[in-house]
């Protein structure tokens, strides 16, 4: 059995993955979901580190595992970047942890009567030392990335906030009063801070800079109003019935992982040292590219017939899938498909994914609980559906504990998700599992293309024959 075995068996369930997310939403798979007994601080930290990381210049993607043995007293911090290890990296990751130590510290040691309501202490100052410290760093190392995308990708469903016509959108169905009611003020309102947010990221000229400390300290507090508003759950409930579909933009994360570290801080159920320890993974090379011959021949003579796969209708299945979304197959972004071949590949080596990465430098180095080693692995970007479906592998054949974040509907992409390969040095007993596994998933995913195919439902859904795949995913994109 071959490494091309999982490569092959990837490509062939391109289709499949993305019907069922379009019609079922794919049900995240319950192994991977952290247990009830598992710190949701410890949680919550990882995503929030992972997240700021991802946004260091250079970085692309950041998976991270923070472990706390209760027989160490340093808490372990391991670190898997993609493409590379950008440089001041690891300075700036080494800088963060120091720096919500010595907030943690602070916010122990901080008397109760030193704050006010609403967290602004006597004086009128908004934030301590130490707080205005993490602040700072936090905004000068992630606000390049922070102000490109947004740039880049604009501003979305923001846009009608951003130019003021929020008005002419909005949609309230019988009950006109919503036109008048509180949360039309409150949208007003919302509608005046999104558009000074897009001043401030469109009005830098050619600088990724802020400004002086006061600028970056204005910024951060422009930042946590609009995330009062949307974290107010009837406001964002009313945002989305009536005005747009995504309150929040992707770009905006940066903020708001840093308000989990601040909140974090003065959590005394926080199980954390003041000591850590930070390992940043070198990153795997990329060895090999992606490639699989899908085709009845090529299927059969690789497979043979197990698991009553009928590999015509894989074949069928995809030609239908990859005619609906040529651009992304033409273009050589992510993958190529070569109609004459029938080949699905990369025009260039693939590099394993970070969270992988992680996982397999956990198993040589990881911390163990009652004898099995364990870890929740955040990611800054959702994890695919290869990576969900390898950590689960690894966790049966193994009897490891890793969990991830996998209830947002958008995990388990693949034709969106950078190309996927299997790390070299995976056990072979690991990629038998997963063989099996995807093996099975496709034939219970092509028997339900089967009988939706056809159905009213499916042809009405535009999945039939003539579909638009890329029009079907864009809700989860």
């Known amino acids: 059995m071959t490494h091309a075995d999982v490569d092959t068996l990837l490509a062939t369930l391109h289709p499949h993955i993305s019907f069922h997310r379009v019609s079922d939403g794919m049900p995240p798979p319950g192994y991977l979901r952290p247990r009830k007994d598992t710190a949701a601080g410890v949680r919550k930290l990882s995503q929030a580190f992972a997240t700021l990381f991802g946004y260091h210049p250079g970085c692309d993607v950041a998976a991270v595992a923070l472990q706390t043995p209760q027989s160490n007293e340093t808490s372990k911090l391991s670190i898997s970047l993609s493409p590379s290890i950008p440089p001041g990296f690891e300075e700036n990751a080494k800088e963060w942890l120091a720096r919500f130590a010595a907030l943690r510290k602070e916010s122990r040691t901080e008397s109760e009567s030193i704050r006010v309501p609403g967290g602004v202490r006597e004086g009128g100052d908004a934030f301590s030392p130490a707080e205005k410290s993490l602040i700072l760093h936090t905004h000068r190392v992630c606000y390049p990335a922070m102000r490109r995308r947004a740039l880049t990708q604009g501003f979305g469903d923001w846009d009608v906030f951003v130019q003021g016509n929020w008005q002419d ?20 309102k919302f509608s005046e801070l999104v558009r000074r947010f897009a001043d401030c990221v ?3 000229g050619d600088s990724d800079s802020l400004g002086g400390d006061e600028d970056v300290l204005e910024f951060h507090k422009l930042c946590m109003a609009i995330r009062d508003m949307m974290s107010n759950r009837g406001f964002s409930a009313f945002l989305n019935g009536h005005i747009c579909q995504k309150p929040a933009l992707t770009y905006f994360s940066p903020p708001l992982a840093l308000h989990t570290l601040l909140a974090l801080s003065q959590d005394p159920k926080l199980a954390l040292s003041d000591q850590w320890s930070c390992t940043v993974l070198c990153p795997p090379e990329a060895v090999r590219p992606f490639n699989a011959v899908v085709t009845k021949t090529a299927l059969s003579e690789r497979f043979g017939e197990v698991h009553r796969i009928r590999w015509k209708l894989v074949e069928q299945a995809f030609e239908i899938f990859v005619s609906g979304i040529p651009n992304w197959y033409s273009t050589g972004a992510n993958y190529h498909w070569n109609s004459d071949t029938k080949s699905l590949s990369t025009t260039r080596p693939v590099v394993v994914h970070p969270e992988v990465a992680l996982i397999q430098h956990l198993l040589e180095n990881g911390v163990e609980f009652e004898g099995k080693v364990e870890a929740f692995i955040a990611c800054s970007r959702l994890p695919c559906y290869a990576s969900i479906v390898y950590a689960g592998m690894v966790n049966q054949t193994l009897k490891t504990r890793f969990t991830m974040d996998i209830d947002d509907r958008r995990c388990h992409q693949l034709y969106k998700a950078e190309p996927w390969i299997l790390p070299e040095d995976a056990r072979p007993d690991v990629v038998a599992n997963m063989k099996e596994h995807l093996l099975e998933d496709l034939r219970m995913r092509v028997s339900a293309w089967v009988g939706h195919r056809w159905s009213d439902g499916y042809i009405a859904s535009g999945l039939g024959p003539d579909l638009d795949w890329e029009d079907s995913e864009s809700e989860w994109i």
């Open 169 to 188: 959108v909005a949609t309230y169905g019988d009950d006109p009063t919503l036109a008048q009611g509180e949360h039309a003020d409150n949208t007003q």
């Open 202 to 204: 469109r009005n830098s």
